[in-house]
């Protein structure tokens, strides 16, 4: 089997409003197509054009090159030379960020042509399945008031979400308000419900520690990125002093950053967003870096179903996978993209064992609606 065409599709909302912190209004997609006409697909969370011009960029030099250059007459089966090879090729001007983004996507797309041709899930192929159900999280934007905030919450649960959590927003404005925001929340879910807060950066170290024991007396589960992704010794004192789990890692790529989050931020959850740090390959490097220091894995993925079911194939294949975040974003991106979701019921998501490769196929329909060319 040979690689023959490497698609980057830029996908875009036309109502996007770039004010939003919301990856579900744009995104690319990643299609890869072999000669005996089995096709793969992936997910890049990224700057979309940004990482599109690493995909599609010609030839410079040997280590700046873009990756369907390095890509065409390939054999998709060699995922882990094919990765080396992609990371070689873009040294000059990667590294890290959008060229792991790129690179991301394609990873995830050689998963799915392989699962696909073997007839054998994304899980299996990986490793094997740890687990078939995972618990599923409703993950949405916090809304300005306290009365939508309560309303979602309840309406989560009437979904039959188990767990939720609400990011950025008004968190981090009035601490006041950020306390009378989880109160209610919390009394309208009740006490069995798990709630997580992603504050977006929001404080310095003194105010994260503030917050953390606020969010500590109404049960939050975890609290995500509570200060600035490069300030490690932040992340380490709040996690030394702090009763709550403190998670983060979406922005990162790259083991070698989560290397350091582990080893210097002293994170308990670690968030790897499978369309950002490296794809699966390096998903599992990942994972099994905080697997040897005994913490939590969650991967990250606010995009499309794409991403939620490699997220889903990922948790499901790693010794430290228990939970995926479920975007619940109205976008027809999220909501329809793909023709086949992941099965979700009574908080939990069901793999797709039954499934060859990812085991979801797009809505050529719904990717043609929103392609911008």
């Not at 998670?247 to 499978?274: N, S, T, Y």
């Amino acid at each position: 089997m040979k690689i023959t065409e490497v698609e980057a599709i830029y996908l875009r909302l036309p109502d996007l409003d770039a004010s939003q912190c919301d990856g579900t209004q744009d995104t690319l997609v990643i299609r890869i197509h072999t000669d005996e006409g089995i096709s793969g697909i992936g997910e890049v969370d990224s700057s979309p054009l940004v990482a599109k011009a690493v995909v599609d960029t010609p030839p410079s030099h040997s280590i700046a090159t873009g990756l369907r250059s390095l890509l065409i007459g390939e054999n998709p089966f060699e995922i882990e030379r094919l990765w080396d090879k992609m990371y070689r090729g873009t040294i000059y001007f990667g590294r890290s960020g959008p060229a792991l983004h790129a690179i991301s996507g394609v990873d995830m797309a050689l998963w799915d042509i392989v699962g696909k041709a073997s007839n054998r899930p994304v899980c299996e192929m990986m490793g094997g399945i740890f687990n078939k159900r995972l618990k599923a999280y409703a993950s949405a934007l916090m809304p300005e008031t306290i009365e939508e905030a309560v309303a979602m919450a309840e309406g989560y649960v009437q979904q039959g979400y188990q767990s939720m959590k609400f990011g950025w927003g008004p968190i981090g404005r009035n601490a006041r308000f950020d306390e009378a925001q989880i109160k209610a929340i919390r009394q309208a879910v009740g006490d069995d419900i798990d709630i997580m807060i992603d504050a977006g950066l929001a404080w310095d170290i003194k105010g994260a520690l503030r917050m953390a024991e606020v969010y500590e007396k109404y049960g939050v589960y975890w609290l995500e990125e509570p200060v600035h992704s490069n300030d490690l010794n932040g992340y380490r004192e709040l996690a030394d002093r702090s009763k709550i789990m403190i998670a983060g890692g979406e922005q990162e790529a790259g083991r070698l950053a989560f290397q350091r989050l582990l080893d210097e931020g002293h994170l308990d959850i670690i968030q790897p967003d499978l369309g950002r740090v490296g794809g699966l390959t390096e998903g599992k490097r990942i994972a099994y870096l905080a697997y040897d220091r005994h913490k939590k894995v969650v991967p990250h993925a606010f995009k499309t179903g794409i991403l939620v079911a490699a997220s889903t194939h990922f948790a499901a294949a790693i010794p430290n996978g228990f939970m995926i975040e479920h975007t619940v974003s109205s976008s027809p991106l999220a909501r329809d993209l793909v023709s086949r979701e992941i099965e979700f019921k009574d908080g939990y998501v069901t793999v797709p064992v039954d499934r060859p490769g990812l085991g979801v196929e797009m809505d050529e329909e719904v990717l043609n609606r929103y392609r911008v060319n």
